[in-house]
């Protein structure tokens, strides 16, 4: 008896068993009617489902970035030559003054009363700033003297280069008038160029902000001193000098107000003169020195050129440039633009 309920136990369990496993022997007999893996395959291959996954809105997304940086590229590309591309060249003066009457009327009424700007150098970049730096702190006078006499020791305007004024020794800056201050500036700017840091290449192929950067590296030589560079040696269009004491007469002048604008205000109130606002300084000097203001503001040169009046700061802002090696004098005018010869 014993052995005949063991055998049917064992007969039960074998069944149970039998039953249970039998779902599983089922379903791979219908593998077509499993949900799992063709599902898994259909998100990896199927063409339908990726369209899913790119609603119509989602696809309005990528295809609005997609135009916005194509825009964004297409601006980067367009502004290069409006930066690179000098007042000097063919056209361009017609240009400015067209959009600067269209954006601005006041000064548009201005445009019209004065002579067309003429933007002319024939000046190398090395030479011009050389230039630049021995008229600083200088009555025009004194500075054509001094340049004169530096010309000279070097043996005529073509032959100045890096390695001719670096060959000059400080008793020879000194016996031309040259004091031992301006002497390290220009064996600065001279180390640089000789060393690959500027070029004359490089300094007209750079953007504005490259230069600017690059140029202030440079002792001895500030932002007043860069944007008048870039205005009257390369011609460049779209800079405004902040700090000129002329521009914000001018400005201040053109526009009525009651006090002299700030440097911080200057870009402002200045902001619909751009890409020309090179255009827009130039008749601001015009304006100061047509209203009969000192000629420690403006001086008419020859050909009917203007200079422009380097910044008068007050003694906070003349303490603060002079800690970033800038060229202002406290309280007196500085005449340095007269360099460019224009």
Known sequence: MMGEQTLVQTKTEISDAIVVSDPPVDIP???????IRPQKIRKLSSTT???????ADSSQCVVTITKNRRRGSLKSTNAL????KPLSANGEIENALHHLRSADPLLGSLIDTLP?????????????????????????????SIYNRFISLCGGEDVVCPDVVLSLSAQQFKEIGVSGRKASYLYDLANKYRAGILSDESVVKMDDRSLFTMLSMVKGIGSWSVHMFMIHSLHRPDVLPVSDLGVRKGVRMLYGLDELPRPSQMEQLCEKWRPYRSIGAWYMWRLIEG???????????????????????????????QLQLLEPINGVGNLGACVWGQ
Do not use: W
């Not at 489902?49 to 609603?55: E, F, G, M, S």
């Open 116 to 144: 067309f700007p003429v933007f002319e150098s024939d000046q190398l970049p090395f030479l011009a700033l050389c230039k630049s730096i021995l008229f600083q702190q200088l009555a025009y006078k004194a500075g054509s």
């Open 29 to 35: 007999s219908n593998p077509s009617k499993i949900p």
């Open 49 to 55: 489902d990726q369209k899913t996954l790119q609603p």
């Open 81 to 84: 030559p409006q930066i690179i």
């Open 291 to 321: 209203n009969g203001i000192s000629t420690t503001a403006a001086i008419v040169m020859e050909g009917g050129h203007v200079q422009p009046l380097q910044q008068i700061e007050p003694q906070r802002e003349v303490r603060q440039h």
